[in-house]
T-cell receptor, first 113, second 114 residues
Framework: KAGVTQTPRYLIKTRGQQVTLSCSPI?????VSWYQQTPGQGLQFLFE???????NKGNFPGRFSGRQFSNSRSEMNVSTLELGDSALYLC????????????FGNGTRLTVT | QQQVKQSPQSLIVQKGGISIINCAYE??????FPWYQQFPGKGPALLIA?????SEKKEGRFTISFNKSAKQFSLHIMDSQPGDSATYFC?????????????FGTGTRLLVSP
């Protein structure tokens, strides 16, 4: 079974721009979660989508948004980029029931200059 | 109350030794405690997980010990190998928010010397 695929792997953007990251979950998984990983704050939950609906949300500003398509693929968008948004963005998929474990992709490394 | 505190920050263990990483939490609503292993350039991978109804769970060389009254849990890696050198994260979540919404510890960088 193919794992979670995230594209692109690396991205360099300028402050004020916007960016879209993509995630393809494991086949059959209906839940997609997004996490931000930074050296200072560690791994922090952004949001989770299940069957195209946002089911959970973390404590991030509204500049961070996401969506999920009918094939369970998900995108995350960050608008008006700030230097502090530089991070590794990780996508994880799961079966979707409350006790389904997360399977992470290898992330998208975003650098904001 | 949402924090999970992890220690130590880094750990050096000789090959064949036991690696021990500890985590503590405050939120008594947490009822799912996974451990993740992350290698450089890769995403975290689930190692082992425990629910509060058991005090210990073992999978191969990896064991989770859970102390509900102390609100602490730990990962033991027996017969540590150089290939175990990675960063380890404990995490917690609750059935109320779903196991997808994990609160992570700050990570422990483990180095197993040959």
């Amino acid at each position: 079974k193919a794992g979670v695929t995230q594209t692109p792997r690396y991205l360099i953007k300028t402050r004020g721009q916007q960016v879209t990251l993509s995630c393809s979950p494991i086949s059959g998984h209906r839940s997609v979660s997004w996490y931000q990983q930074t050296p200072g704050q560690g791994l922090q939950f952004l949001f989770e989508y299940f069957s195209e609906t946002q089911r959970n949300k973390g404590n991030f500003p509204g500049r961070f948004s996401g969506r999920q398509f009918s094939n369970s693929r998900s995108e995350m968008n960050v608008s008006t980029l700030e230097l502090g948004d530089s991070a590794l963005y990780l996508c994880a998929s799961s079966g979707g029931s409350y006790n389904s474990p997360l399977h992470f992709g290898n992330g998208t490394r975003l650098t904001v200059t | 109350q949402q924090q999970v505190k992890q220690s130590p920050q880094s750990l050096i263990v000789q090959k064949g030794g036991i690696s021990i990483i500890n985590c503590a939490y405050e939120n008594t609503a947490f009822d799912y405690f996974p451990w993740y292993q992350q290698f450089p350039g890769k995403g975290p991978a689930l190692l082992i997980a425990i629910r509060p109804d058991v005090s210990e769970k073992k999978e191969g060389r990896f064991t989770i010990s859970f102390n509900k009254s102390a609100k602490q849990f730990s990962l033991h890696i027996m017969d540590s190998q150089p290939g175990d050198s990675a960063t380890y994260f404990c995490a917690a979540s609750s059935v109320n928010t779903g196991f997808q919404k994990l609160v992570f510890g700050t990570g422990t960088r483990l180095l197993v010397s040959p």
